[in-house]
């Protein structure tokens, strides 16, 4: 995610397309995989910091959000990756280390039920609401 004007950022395109076209095609086994990783959101324009609570807003943490590709943790060194928890519901992906990779798993719409074509992650629409416009 790169400003509009160009003054700021990579420009991912062109790293990706030469990364991809020239260095690994003349440098075989020096990259395994790459990533990028957006701005900081409170770094955007109108944008304040990101604060994390429950719902009445106390305690609040504020906290650095930025947005990451699905193969995020294939390209880090996984020995600094220790996940904690996870929801045994869903089946996650095994990264090389033979941790689980729960980036990928957010990136994974599998097992989820649908309402209307949307997915419904917390199972709060999934045949209530439609009880509901069926009824008046």
Do not use: C
Request: hydrophobic letters at 30%.
């Amino acid at each position: 995610m790169a400003p509009d004007d160009d003054k700021g950022g990579l420009k991912e395109f062109e790293i990706r397309n030469w990364i991809e076209n020239v260095y690994k095609q003349s440098n075989k086994g020096h990259i395994d995989d790459y990533t990028f990783a957006s701005y900081p959101f409170e770094s955007l324009y109108e944008m304040g910091p990101v604060n994390i609570s429950v719902l009445s807003g106390f305690p609040a943490q504020n906290t650095e959000l930025i947005g990451i590709e699905e193969n995020y943790l294939n390209s880090i060194y996984q020995e600094f990756y220790i996940p904690t928890e996870s929801d045994g519901d869903f089946d996650f992906p095994e990264l090389s280390n033979g941790e689980i990779d729960l980036v990928a798993g957010i990136y994974d719409d599998e097992g989820i039920d649908n309402y209307m074509g949307d997915p419904d992650y917390y199972n709060i629409l999934t045949g209530k609401t439609e009880r509901l416009y069926t009824t008046r």
